[in-house]
C-alpha cells in the first residue's frame, strides 16, 4: 500500500475487473454528475416555468449555465494544450489529448457550486481557475494538488462574489416571489442571527423535509439531499468512491453539531440535522471529498482526511468569513492529503507500534483540538451575541 | 488568407469562441438579471394601502391592528383585523381574498411588521371597570401597567406600575424611589403631558419604552372619547 501513497490517481483495480480503465470511472461519475446536472435544472428552471414564474429562456439557463462551464473547462484546457504541447496543434492531437484529460467534468462541478444568477464572465473566471490554475498548471489530469472546482469557486467568493450576489444571487424566480426568509440562503439566515432557534433558521424555509428534498435555497447543485444520496449509492454500486468518506464526513458534522447545539442549551435533533441539510455539505462529501486525486488513497488516510474535514468545516462555518465552511475546510485538507497519506500508509502495512504510534496520536490529538475549538469557539459567539442583543434592543 | 487561417485557424478559433462565449453570453446573463426586476413588478400581489390601531373596544385586545390591502391583477381592495404578530385575524369588510392571494398577503405582513412594530402593546381589557392592562419592553425587559378609566374615557381614576426597571439601584438613578421614571411618564400622561422629554440617568430602554406606552395610550384615549 505504501508504495502508491503520494503516487498519480486514480487507481483502478484491473485485477478485479476486466475491462475497467479511467475511462469507465469517469464514465460513472459523469452519469451521478448528471442527476445533480438534471435536478439543478429541474428545480430552477422547469419547476419555475411550470408556474408560470418565467421565461422559456429563463427556464433554459440554469441547464446552458451548466453545460457552458463545462464546455468552457475544456475549451481552456485545449488552449492550454495548444501554447503548451505542439502534439496539440492539429485537431487529431488534441482531441486524443482533450479525451484523455477530461475537462468537462470539473467544468461541470464548478457550475454546481455556483448561484443561479453568476454572470457568465464571472463562470468564465471562474473555469479559468478551475481548469488553467487548478489543474493544467500542476500537471493535469491525476496531478493537481487541489479540487479544482473548490479552486474556481473559493477564487470567485473571494473576488467577485459581490457581483454575484449584485446580479441576482441565488433566489430562483420562484423564491424571489415567495421570499419569507429575506433573500437569505439557510447558512447565510445562520451566520446573520447566530442562534439556535427552529422558528428562525427552519421555519422560514418550510421544514426539515424540504431541506432534504432540495426546494430551498441554495447554489445550483448543492440543494437536494435526497438526488446526492441517490448519486452516493450510485457511485457506491458502482465502486466510484470508498462508501465511509462521505459518511464520515458527515457523521462528524452531525454529531459536532449536536454537541455545539447542546452545549448552547438546544439538544433537539433539528439542529445537527439542519446542520448537514443546509449548504453544499452533502455535495462536498459526495462529490469532493471523494476526489480520488487530491484526497488520500489508502483506507484508513481516507478515514482521517473525512475526519478533519468534517471537523474543520464545523470550525469555519462558526470562525469563517462566509457562511459555509465546505469548501474551505477541502482545500486546507487537499494541502495535508500526502502527509496523511504516506503516514497512514505507513500505519497501515506496519501497524501500530513504536515508529508509527507518535504520528498517530498526533494526528488524533490535532483532531480532538480542532473540534474541542470550534465548540468553544460556538460558545463565545451565542454568549456574545446574547450579549450583544440584550444591550441593543 | 488561407496561408493565415491553415497557420493561425485554431488560435482564431478559439479567440473566436472565447469572444461569442463572452458576448452573448454576457447578454443572457443579463437578461436574467433584468428579468428579476420584471417579475418583482408581476407579483406584486398585495401592498398595504393603510395600516391603523383597532380601539374597538370589543375586538381590539386579539387584533390590535386594521389593515386596507390592495391586491390582486384587478386591484381589489379588503379590510383585514391584524393581530400583535400581524397575523391575519379576519376580515371587516371588502372583496374576500383566495387562500393563495391570502398566504400572499400574509408573507407582506409578515414582512412589513418591522416596519410598524411598536414595543408598546395592550395585553387585556376589562369592560365592566374599564380595567386595561398594557405593556411594553424596557431595558431589562416587560414594563406592565394597569389602569382605570372613568366611565367617559376622559380620565385615569387609577393606574399600578405592576413590573418596572431595576434601574435605580444598577444606574446610580437619583430621580425618585422605584418606579419613578414609569410614574413620571404615566403622570404625564394622566395630566395630559404627552410629549415628555427622556429621563436623564435612567437607562436608554426605559424612556423610549415608557414615550410609546404613553403614544399608545393616548391614541387609545382619543378615539374612545372621540377626540383626535
Known amino acids: ?393 | 488568407m488561407k496561408a493565415f487561417f491553415q497557420k493561425h485557424g485554431m488560435s482564431s478559433a478559439f479567440i473566436l469562441l472565447f469572444v461569442l462565449i463572452f458576448v452573448f453570453g454576457g447578454m443572457y446573463s443579463r437578461y436574467m438579471t433584468n428579468q428579476i426586476a420584471v417579475h418583482a413588478e408581476n407579483n406584486n400581489v398585495a401592498e398595504i394601502t393603510h395600516l391603523e390601531y383597532n380601539f374597538d373596544l370589543a375586538t381590539f385586545i386579539e387584533s390590535p391592528y386594521i389593515a386596507e390591502i390592495t391586491y390582486g391583477d384587478n386591484f381589489s381592495q379588503v379590510i383585514l383585523y391584524i393581530g400583535q404578530s400581524f397575523q391575519i385575524n379576519g376580515i371587516v369588510s371588502g372583496i374576500e381574498p383566495s387562500s393563495d392571494e391570502l398566504v400572499a398577503i400574509q408573507l407582506l405582513l409578515t414582512q412589513e411588521a418591522g416596519k410598524y412594530y411598536n414595543d408598546a402593546s395592550f395585553v387585556s381589557y376589562t369592560p365592566s371597570s374599564r380595567t386595561l392592562v398594557v405593556q411594553t419592553n424596557g431595558f431589562h425587559g416587560l414594563i406592565t401597567v394597569t389602569l382605570d378609566f372613568s366611565s367617559d374615557f376622559s380620565g385615569v381614576t387609577y393606574y399600578n406600575v405592576v413590573s418596572h426597571e431595576t434601574y435605580y439601584e444598577e444606574h446610580n438613578y437619583t430621580g425618585g424611589a422605584v418606579p419613578a421614571v414609569e410614574n413620571y411618564y404615566m403622570n404625564g400622561f394622566i395630566a395630559g403631558n404627552i410629549n415628555l422629554d427622556a429621563v436623564a440617568g435612567a437607562s436608554y430602554g426605559t424612556s423610549p419604552a415608557m414615550q410609546g406606552l404613553v403614544e399608545l395610550l393616548t391614541l387609545f384615549q382619543d378615539a374612545q372619547t372621540g377626540g383626535n
Open chain 1, 1 to 393: 500500500m505504501a508504495r502508491f501513497a503520494n503516487a498519480k490517481a486514480p487507481f483502478v483495480r484491473l485485477s478485479d475487473e476486466k475491462g475497467k480503465d479511467t475511462k469507465t470511472i469517469m464514465r460513472d461519475f459523469g452519469i451521478g454528475l448528471m442527476l445533480i446536472v438534471l435536478f439543478a435544472w429541474y428545480k430552477n428552471g422547469i419547476m419555475v416555468y411550470a408556474a408560470g414564474n418565467c421565461s422559456f429562456l429563463e427556464m433554459m439557463y440554469p441547464l446552458v449555465f451548466i453545460l457552458l462551464a463545462g464546455f468552457l473547462a475544456v475549451l481552456m484546457e485545449g488552449v492550454f494544450f495548444y501554447l503548451t504541447n505542439p502534439e496539440a496543434r492539429t485537431f487529431k492531437g488534441l482531441k486524443k489529448l482533450l479525451e484523455t484529460s477530461y475537462g468537462f467534468v470539473p467544468g461541470v462541478i464548478l457550475a454546481l457550486l455556483l448561484p443561479l444568477y453568476t454572470p457568465i464572465w464571472i463562470l468564465m473566471f471562474g473555469v479559468f481557475m478551475t481548469t488553467i490554475v487548478g489543474k493544467m498548471l500542476f500537471g493535469g489530469f491525476g496531478h493537481n494538488i487541489f479540487n479544482p472546482a473548490i479552486i474556481g469557486r473559493v477564487a470567485i467568493m473571494f473576488t467577485v462574489f459581490g457581483v454575484v450576489l449584485a446580479a441576482g444571487g441565488f433566489m430562483n424566480p420562484n423564491e424571489v416571489i415567495y421570499d419569507a426568509y429575506g433573500g437569505a440562503t439557510p447558512l447565510t439566515l445562520f451566520s446573520q442571527l447566530r442562534t439556535i432557534n427552529y422558528d428562525a433558521l427552519v421555519a422560514p424555509y418550510g421544514s426539515l423535509w424540504n431541506f432534504f428534498l432540495g426546494t430551498i435555497p441554495g447554489s445550483l447543485g448543492e440543494t437536494s439531499a435526497l438526488v446526492i444520496i441517490i448519486a452516493y449509492f450510485w457511485f457506491v454500486f458502482r465502486k466510484v468512491i470508498k462508501w465511509f468518506t462521505p459518511l464520515i464526513y458527515i457523521a462528524v458534522v452531525f454529531l459536532l453539531t449536536w454537541l455545539i447545539g447542546i452545549v448552547n442549551g438546544e439538544a433537539g435533533l433539528w439542529f445537527p440535522l439542519y446542520g448537514i441539510l443546509s449548504g453544499g455539505l452533502m455535495y462536498g462529501a459526495v462529490f469532493m471529498s471523494t476526489e480520488p486525486v487530491t484526497t488520500p488513497r489508502n483506507p484508513l488516510g481516507k478515514i482521517f482526511f473525512a475526519l478533519f474535514v468534517g471537523a474543520l468545516t464545523v470550525l469555519f462555518r462558526y470562525i469563517g468569513v462566509f457562511p459555509e465552511g465546505v469548501a474551505t475546510a477541502i482545500i486546507v485538507m487537499n494541502i495535508f492529503t500526502m502527509p496523511i497519506d504516506k503516514s497512514t500508509a505507513v500505519i497501515r502495512s506496519t501497524g501500530l507500534n513504536k515508529k508509527t504510534l507518535v504520528p498517530f496520536l498526533m494526528l488524533v490529538l490535532l483532531l480532538l483540538g480542532i473540534m474541542v475549538y470550534a465548540v468553544l469557539k460556538s460558545i463565545d459567539m451565542y454568549t456574545l451575541s446574547t450579549f450583544m442583543m440584550g444591550g441593543w434592543f
